[in-house]
């Protein structure tokens, strides 16, 4: 089950646009590559790349890592892995691991239930040790230590490996600190020379591709662990290092050459060509004085983790505009109805019938901010595509709605709470929708939370009819979709009397057998191909459904200084700016 700190990345996209949250993309508003030559341009070696920053990092320990930035910049630079995405503007070969550490993508077997990596000779930490299978293995057993290693994506490791389970549901393995169960985890991964296995519970696919997104089964040097204390300190085995071995939450580090590090263990024109020799981060409070000074090119080494605010849209023209790239991003935002109080499947269809998409982009500010969906899952996802129920015009159709609720025999004008996270654009919006929706003969009431957000309308007495939500996939694969967001069984939290305590990520309360039955299937699918097949026709039963209606894919516009080349973002998985190719020129 995704964890919260993914899904408040995909409410900041949206809901907080005003302040550019940051966010993700890949290649110029026609999908091309940039204007600088985009992967083709490879750039030179040298000079310092500056990454201006509007919020601080949640963590640099690997296996505590999950937000997208964190992902994107340290996976490139410090952090290497089994196999990993490269950078490349075509979804379709960004979206195909290669080996990094690994000599291969991989060998399964029983059925994707046993996963092996052989790892290259040559590997090495920055102070010279190699990178052992051992190392790999204790890494992923960090992942079970959440009493003291708190976030990251470790529950995907603790839901796959085969280790039994406590009788509260936990993992009988408490990780390294501990130990408890030890035993239990060494015949889950085991080691043979060069050679690491995992054993799962489960077939799993699409293990290679959360291995390149995520970290959690990244190597870790057990004589570097210190626990907690490891939050801010980088040990490498990329091509950069940190200058003085501590990152400072406030104001951020400066990485410099790793002279450990070999490229020919690697594959630089896929993966990391190192170009600038030091790269200076620096963290602000707020995201304009970056917007700022990037305007300005002040900065002409810089590239940042802000989007273009609506509020700069105007100043970015000529030559400023030969600077930006307008990308989506693998976020799709969406409503969310409540099939406890909307019972009736005409209304919540009339729902979406009246849903104005356009109007609610407009709002966000334009085709620069989103454009309309049509499923929840990515576009660029496996597994994607179009869903009839939602095909019809994206300006809404309120007489069709008004219908429709004619035909379900309600009283109208059909009252309904809409709940959203606050904010001066997400106000817009919500005005936007209101309007459409009391055009079809619905009574909305506004419900904005100014504060908190995810954890109040996971709640099932919370008195929302429909509520906004955002995704985006942990890995390029539907799985990381459907199941976290519409599978009450693993959503669904329950007493001691069967009574539904916490939803989860299902906020409108949705079960569906036969969508759960789809859901089995796709688990145990013996390959990718039948599993995806499988995962559309599941997004075929929500949308029939009306389990979610789709708004639209996020947009995000970047800015960068004149002096940048190579300038692409991460297509695979977060599409932050991709350090892979970037250079400078001075």
Same mark, same amino acid.
């Given at each position: 089950?995704?964890?919260?700190?993914?899904?408040?990345?995909?409410?900041?996209?949206?809901?907080? %646009?005003?302040?550019?949250?940051?966010?993700?993309?890949?290649?110029?508003?026609?999908? $091309?590559?940039?204007?600088?030559?985009?992967?083709?341009?490879?750039?030179?070696?040298?000079?310092?790349?500056? @990454?201006?920053?509007?919020?601080?990092?949640?963590?640099?320990?690997?296996?505590?890592?999950?937000?997208?930035?964190?992902?994107?910049?340290?996976?490139?630079?410090? @952090?290497?892995?089994?196999?990993?995405?490269?950078?490349?503007?075509?979804?379709?070969?960004?979206?195909?691991?290669?080996?990094?550490?690994?000599?291969?993508?991989?060998? $399964?077997?029983?059925?994707?239930?046993?996963?092996?990596?052989?790892?290259?000779?040559?590997?090495?930490?920055?102070?010279?040790?190699?990178?052992?299978?051992?190392?790999?293995?204790?890494?992923?057993?960090? #992942?079970?230590?959440?009493?003291?290693?708190?976030?990251?994506?470790?529950?995907?490791?603790? $839901?796959?490996?085969?280790?039994?389970?406590?009788?509260?549901?936990?993992?009988?393995?408490?990780?390294?600190?501990? =130990?408890?169960?030890?035993?239990?985890?060494?015949?889950?991964?085991?080691?043979?020379?060069?050679?690491?296995?995992?054993?799962?519970?489960?077939?799993?696919?699409?293990?290679?591709?959360?291995?390149?997104?995520?970290?959690?089964?990244?190597?870790?040097?057990?004589?570097?662990?210190?626990?907690?204390?490891?939050?801010?300190?980088?040990?490498?085995?990329?091509?950069?290092?940190?200058?003085?071995?501590?990152?400072?939450?406030?104001?951020?580090?400066?990485?410099?050459?790793?002279?450990?590090?070999?490229?020919?263990?690697?594959?630089?024109?896929?993966?990391?060509?190192? %170009?600038?020799?030091?790269?200076?981060?620096?963290?602000?409070?707020?995201?304009?004085?970056?917007?700022?000074?990037?305007?300005?090119?002040?900065?002409?080494?810089?590239?940042?983790?802000?989007?273009?605010?609506?509020?700069?849209?105007?100043?970015?023209?000529?030559?400023?505009?030969?600077?930006?790239? %307008?990308?989506?991003?693998?976020?799709?935002?969406?409503?969310?109805?409540?099939?406890?109080?909307?019972?009736?499947?005409?209304?919540?269809?009339?729902?979406?019938?009246?849903?104005?998409?356009?109007?609610?982009?407009?709002?966000?500010?334009?085709?620069?901010?989103?454009?309309?969906?049509?499923?929840?899952?990515?576009?660029?996802?496996?597994?994607?595509?179009?869903?009839?129920?939602?095909?019809?015009?994206?300006?809404?159709?309120?007489? #069709?709605?008004?219908?429709?609720?004619?035909?379900?025999?309600?009283?109208?004008?059909?009252?309904?709470?809409?709940?959203?996270?606050?904010?001066?654009?997400?106000?817009?919006?919500?005005?936007?929708?209101?309007?459409?929706?009391?055009?079809?003969?619905?009574?909305?009431?506004?419900?904005?939370? #100014?504060?908190? @957000?995810?954890?109040?309308?996971?709640?099932?007495?919370?008195?929302?009819?429909?509520?906004?939500?955002?995704?985006? #996939?942990?890995?390029?694969?539907?799985?990381?979709?459907?199941?976290?967001?519409?599978?009450?069984?693993?959503?669904?939290?329950?007493?001691?009397?069967?009574?539904?305590?916490?939803?989860?990520?299902? @906020?409108?309360?949705?079960?569906?057998?036969?969508?759960?039955?789809?859901?089995?299937?796709?688990?145990?699918?013996?390959?990718?191909?039948?599993?995806?097949?499988?995962?559309?026709?599941?997004?075929?039963?929500?949308?029939?459904?009306?389990?979610?209606?789709?708004?639209?894919?996020?947009?995000?516009?970047? %800015?960068?200084?004149?002096?940048?080349? =190579?300038?692409?973002?991460?297509?695979?998985?977060?599409?932050?700016?991709?350090?892979?190719?970037?250079?400078?020129?001075?």
């Amino acid at each position: 089950m995704a964890n919260m700190r993914k899904r408040m990345v995909a409410l900041s996209a949206a809901a907080a %646009l005003a302040v550019t949250l940051a966010a993700c993309g890949g290649g110029d508003s026609d999908g $091309s590559p940039s204007s600088d030559g985009g992967s083709g341009d490879t750039g030179a070696k040298g000079g310092t790349l500056q @990454y201006l920053q509007h919020f601080p990092f949640e963590s640099v320990d690997p296996q505590r890592i999950y937000y997208g930035v964190e992902l994107a910049n340290f996976r490139r630079t410090v @952090y290497r892995s089994l196999v990993g995405f490269p950078f490349d503007n075509d979804p379709k070969v960004a979206n195909a691991p290669v080996p990094d550490l690994a000599t291969d993508t991989g060998t $399964s077997t029983e059925n994707n239930k046993v996963w092996s990596f052989t790892l290259k000779d040559g590997i090495k930490w920055e102070d010279g040790s190699d990178i052992t299978c051992e190392d790999f293995k204790y890494g992923a057993s960090r #992942a079970f230590a959440d009493d003291v290693l708190t976030g990251g994506a470790g529950f995907y490791l603790k $839901s796959y490996l085969d280790i039994p389970t406590d009788p509260k549901g936990g993992s009988m393995y408490k990780g390294p600190y501990r =130990g408890d169960g030890q035993e239990l985890f060494d015949k889950a991964v085991t080691c043979d020379g060069k050679t690491i296995t995992y054993h799962f519970n489960k077939p799993w696919p699409d293990f290679p591709l959360s291995v390149a997104s995520l970290m959690a089964t990244d190597p870790y040097k057990e004589s570097q662990d210190h626990g907690d204390k490891s939050k801010w300190t980088i040990f490498s085995n990329g091509p950069y290092k940190i200058d003085g071995n501590t990152w400072d939450v406030d104001k951020g580090a400066t990485l410099v050459r790793n002279d450990q590090y070999d490229e020919s263990t690697d594959t630089p024109d896929k993966l990391r060509l190192a %170009l600038p020799d030091e790269i200076d981060y620096q963290i602000f409070t707020a995201a304009e004085p970056i917007l700022d000074r990037l305007v300005a090119d002040s900065d002409p080494n810089a590239i940042t983790s802000a989007r273009i605010a609506p509020s700069y849209f105007s100043q970015i023209e000529g030559p400023v505009a030969d600077r930006a790239s %307008l990308v989506e991003s693998p976020y799709t935002n969406y409503l969310v109805p409540n099939q406890k109080t909307l019972t009736d499947p005409k209304v919540r269809q009339a729902l979406a019938l009246a849903t104005d998409v356009n109007g609610y982009i407009k709002a966000e500010g334009g085709d620069k901010a989103g454009v309309p969906a049509e499923s929840i899952i990515n576009p660029n996802l496996p597994g994607y595509t179009e869903q009839e129920a939602f095909s019809g015009s994206n300006d809404g159709d309120p007489e #069709a709605a008004k219908a429709l609720l004619e035909e379900a025999g309600v009283d109208m004008p059909y009252p309904i709470t809409y709940t959203y996270g606050q904010s001066e654009t997400q106000d817009k919006t919500a005005a936007i929708l209101k309007e459409g929706w009391e055009a079809a003969g619905f009574k909305v009431t506004l419900d904005p939370l #100014a504060d908190t @957000y995810y954890d109040v309308i996971n709640q099932p007495d919370k008195d929302s009819d429909v509520v906004w939500a955002g995704w985006g #996939a942990d890995w390029p694969s539907a799985m990381t979709v459907l199941p976290p967001l519409f599978d009450s069984r693993t959503n669904f939290a329950r007493d001691a009397n069967g009574n539904v305590t916490n939803l989860g990520q299902d @906020y409108g309360y949705y079960q569906s057998d036969e969508f759960e039955g789809l859901i089995d299937q796709a688990a145990t699918a013996p390959d990718i191909d039948t599993q995806n097949d499988l995962l559309t026709q599941a997004d075929t039963v929500l949308a029939n459904d009306t389990a979610y209606i789709p708004l639209d894919t996020s947009v995000f516009y970047w %800015l960068r200084g004149s002096a940048i080349t =190579g300038f692409m973002t991460d297509a695979a998985s977060n599409s932050y700016p991709d350090l892979g190719p970037i250079g400078v020129t001075q």
